[in-house]
T-cell receptor, first 113, second 114 residues
């Protein structure tokens, strides 16, 4: 089992650029979660999917953020345009079902200059 | 929605001592309570979890207790070792109309001094 795979591991870009983060969940997991982690706000849930369908996106900060899951093995989180306050570590996690452990990827460390 | 509070935010213990981290939650519908350990620069990793039909669970030096009436749960680490130093997160989860999500506490930075 390869675990949850995220790419890129690090991203440095200038303000205003589009950023795309990618995630491959564990095969067979029906749930996929996107989190943002900062020192100030801790671990925040941005959005999650069940069977590729977005269930709750109330954590998405604003319209600059969007997420898609076109199939069971791939999801993207996009920020357009990016701002310095978006700098954070973004984690993707997947889970096999209700009240089951979430398995985290290694995260993408995003820096917006 | 669910609100999870975690205390203390930092905890320093001597190697070999015990460490206790406490969490409270607000949603009585929460039924699943995992604990994650996050080392510096790494991903959160599940170390133990408990469900509401169980009051206590142990795994070697780690134990969790749950009091559903009082809506609080705790992590106990005995015989602490320097490699236990990390940030620990509690979380609460419930099956509800919105599906399946966890609400995380703010984290506890545990430092074990050799």
């Amino acid at each position: 089992d390869a675990g949850v795979i995220q790419s890129p591991r690090h991203e440095v870009t200038e303000m205003g650029q589009e950023v795309t983060l990618r995630c491959k969940p564990i095969s067979g997991h029906d749930y996929l979660f996107w989190y943002r982690q900062t020192m100030m706000r801790g671990l925040e849930l941005l959005i999650y999917f069940n069977n590729n369908v977005p269930i709750d996106d109330s954590g998405m900060p604003e319209d600059r953020f969007s997420a898609k899951m076109p199939n069971a093995s791939f999801s993207t989180l996009k920020i357009q345009p990016s701002e310095p306050r978006d700098s954070a570590v973004y984690f993707c996690a997947s889970s096999p079902g209700f009240e089951q452990p979430q398995h985290f990827g290694d995260g993408t460390r995003l820096s917006i200059l | 929605g669910e609100n999870v509070e975690q205390h203390p935010s930092t905890l320093s213990v001597q190697e070999g001592d015990s460490a206790v981290i406490k969490c409270t939650y607000s949603d009585s519908a929460s039924n699943y309570f995992p604990w994650y350990k996050q080392e510096l620069g790494k991903r959160p990793q599940l170390i133990i979890d408990i469900r509401s039909n169980v009051g206590e669970k142990k795994d070697q030096r780690i134990a969790v207790t749950l009091n559903k009436t009082a809506k609080h749960f705790s992590l106990h680490i005995t015989e602490t070792q320097p490699e236990d130093s990390a940030v620990y997160f509690c979380a609460a989860g419930a099956r509800n109309n919105a599906g399946n999500m966890l609400t995380f506490g703010g984290g506890t930075r545990l430092m074990v001094k050799p």
